[in-house]
């Protein structure tokens, strides 16, 4: 009987080594990427776009390498633009460097006159685009679904949820949407077979393969996880013609020296970091020594990538999903199947789109499901990791109950959400806006506004442990309040809505009102003085008393009294508002408007609450007023500001 070995085969070390020195040689001697701003004020530059049109929250921007440095554009429209155009721009800098999608620029800069220059971007990034292009126009119109086989098939996830992008990320997911090697394999394959006779020859395809693989990178936007396939899968067809068989280890290091040597930055790159380490975690996971059959072998090979990039994504971003492994497990088949018949689908059989556009929602399902459960900070993670150490050392069918005994015990003692006070309310640090989580007690859960991001609030709503919610008030149209809300449909079950929003709407509040007609959510326009008795809270609605001009002023207006406490949820109430509110007392108050200098002083203080809480995030618009706090602390009250204390808690 032969023995194995509880490790992988050697591996092609010298190569390693050859590769991790360059790395390290490029991140110590690559300077600081950081720019210097360039003054404030009139800019008059050009240059060539090197990403596309975006649309942000707040507008459309691209980047654009100039003369002076790479410059964020603020575009007062979306402009029919693509990566790779020649722009002459004029208009205002903000003066401060930032970084955008990992790019640092010296400044933004707020553009009044645009014009395109002739000439056009290169051949393989033009076709390229044309690519990508024509993938998007053939998965339209755009569900759940087909936005994600975008992303599948060239990475694009613009018309995706956010709340879904940070789900995919959680659930330990979001690498299917980061195109790499099956995706670059796919693409020579199809293109092998459009070129037909062309593509008999082994040499004649591998030529076809190099010339289709930069427009690929272009189609994708030179990704870094596309970028490192791409070179990889170039040297394995260069090798084709001169007669040279690389092996795979031997591939992955050439394609990282070439990389950091062409581009010395990159190596601070998150997405080329986790791309590498992926890669080598697959590779050794291929060669793991195993008994088992194929679910075995996939299982390895999961884990291996898993395992190589957990340190990475504990650096960057805190913890790391914990069951990743099953759920790669389960989800891997059919993105492999939507991804190939997307690709068919796309390239002309349009009816292979809709059951390719059904497995990509299968695979979102499981990914809202996947991200609810545990993560893994540094220490549970460590203490994992020690565990699964024995559990290799020690083998045997007694040695790995223990370890999953362990597993489990770790798991149970160190993935518990944040605590709850019960009852009470939760302040949610959401950025700038509102999000009150209101609990009455045994599970029991209200929500008061949404904040401005689908993905915070998810995020909030598993950090708390919130899986229904009997309750949802919006208490006014704008978005800092609304447009968190939208993410909640299909994910978390909702009793009720409540709203009083008329006559006022946005396009934020239209949307949310569509879904919870779309998902049969029943919305009531809740009377003064009514009541609702969640556990042991009591929710009174306090206003609006009638219709106001102003959409603040509109703002629902709740007490939540408990069994030793109230808080005054104040929505965004301004003067006029406030003073036909002025009977109203609480303990403890929510302050009106992030802090903002459109309260009424003398309502402020006549609330007399002895704790503040100031719901705000980083913004351009002086909130809080220094003169709401100073007033606050003068009455003796203790205030609490979510941009520095982060959420909130108090118990009623």
């Known amino acids: 009987m032969t023995k194995h070995s509880a490790f992988p085969p050697t591996v092609s070390w010298p190569w ?27 800019v008059e530059s050009g240059g060539v776009l090197i990403t596309d049109v975006i649309e942000g929250r707040y507008g459309h921007w691209a980047l654009v390498a100039t003369g002076e440095g790479t410059l964020l554009i603020d575009l007062a429209r979306d402009f029919d633009l693509a990566m790779g155009h020649r722009v002459v721009f004029e208009g205002s800098a903000d003066g401060e460097a930032g970084t955008a999608r990992g790019v640092h620029h010296r400044s ?23 690519v990508r292009d024509h993938v998007m126009r053939n998965l339209e119109p755009f569900d759940d679904g087909r936005a994600l086989l975008a992303g599948f098939l060239i990475g694009d996830t613009s018309e995706l949820d956010r709340s879904d992008v940070e789900a995919m990320r959680l659930s330990g997911l979001s690498h299917f949407v980061a195109v790499s090697g099956s995706n670059v394999a ?42 490192r396939a791409s070179v990889m899968a170039g040297l394995a067809l260069v090798g084709r013609l001169v007669g040279v068989v690389f092996e795979a280890w031997q591939l992955l290091s050439l394609a990282v020296v070439a990389l950091v040597v062409s581009d010395p930055a990159i190596t601070g790159n998150v997405g080329f970091q986790l791309s590498v380490a992926a890669t080598a975690g697959v590779l050794v996971g291929a060669r793991w020594p195993t008994n088992g059959g194929k679910v075995h072998r996939a299982l390895a090979v999961t884990c291996g990538a898993q395992v190589s990039v957990a340190p990475l994504l504990l650096f960057h971003f805190g913890a790391i999903p ?92 160190f993935s518990s959400g944040s605590p709850l006070p019960d009852p009470g309310v939760v302040v949610l640090d959401v950025g700038q806006g509102d999000s009150i989580l209101v609990h009455g007690g045994g599970g029991r859960f209200a929500l008061v506004d949404g904040g401005p991001d689908p993905a915070v609030l998810l995020g909030k709503m598993r950090q708390y442990g919130v899986r229904s919610l009997e309750l949802v008030i919006l208490s006014h149209v704008h978005a800092d309040h609304v447009s968190g809300l939208t993410g909640l449909f299909g994910r978390i079950p909702i009793g009720e809505i409540w709203a009083a929003s008329q006559p006022h709407e946005t396009a934020s509040s239209r949307e949310f009102f569509t879904r919870a007609e779309q ?79 459109t309260s009424d002083p003398d309502w402020l ?41 982060g959420d909130v808690s108090v118990g009623l």
């Open 16 to 42: 390693l080594a050859v590769a991790a020195a360059v790395w390290i040689l490029a991140a110590v001697i690559v300077p600081d990427p950081v720019p210097d701003p360039i003054p404030a004020g009139r």
């Open 108 to 130: 933004r800069v707020k553009v009044r006159t645009l014009t395109l220059e002739p000439g056009g971007a290169a051949v393989p990034l033009r076709v390229g685009t044309a």
């Open 186 to 227: 796919l693409f020579l394959i199809l293109l092998a077979l459009a070129t037909g006779p062309l593509s008999m020859e082994p040499r004649r395809r591998a030529l076809i393969g190099l010339v289709g693989l930069p427009i690929y990178a272009a189609a994708t936007r030179f990704e870094p996880s596309v970028l």
């Open 322 to 413: 914990l069951f990743s492994p099953l759920t790669n497990l389960v989800a891997s088949p059919l993105v492999a199947a939507s991804t190939v018949l997307g690709a068919v689908g796309v390239a002309g059989v349009g009816p292979v789109v809709d059951l390719s556009a059904h497995l990509a929602g299968a695979v979102l399902t499981i990914s809202r499901s996947a991200a609810t459960l545990p993560q893994l900070t540094v220490v549970p993670a460590i203490a994992l990791g020690l565990v699964g150490a024995v559990g290799l050392m020690w083998r045997g069918s007694r040695s790995w109950i223990a370890v999953g005994v362990s597993s489990l015990v770790v798991v149970l003692i």
């Open 519 to 597: 998902w049969g959510v029943p919305v009531h326009r809740p009377n003064v003085g009514e009541t609702r008795v969640l556990g042991t809270l009591a929710l009174r609605v306090d206003g609006p008393l009638r219709r106001y001009a102003s959409p603040n002023d509109q703002s629902i207006v709740l007490t939540v009294e408990g069994p030793r406490h109230s808080i005054l949820l104040s929505g965004d109430i301004e003067v006029i508002a406030q003073q036909e509110l002025s009977h109203l007392k609480a303990d403890i108050l929510k302050v009106p408007h992030q802090g903002a200098a």
């Open 605 to 645: 203080v006549s609330v007399g609450a002895r704790e503040a809480i100031v719901s705000v995030g980083p913004n351009q618009f002086g909130h809080p007023a220094p003169w709401v706090i100073d007033l606050f602390r003068s009455t003796g009250a203790v205030v609490f500001r979510t941009d520095l204390d």
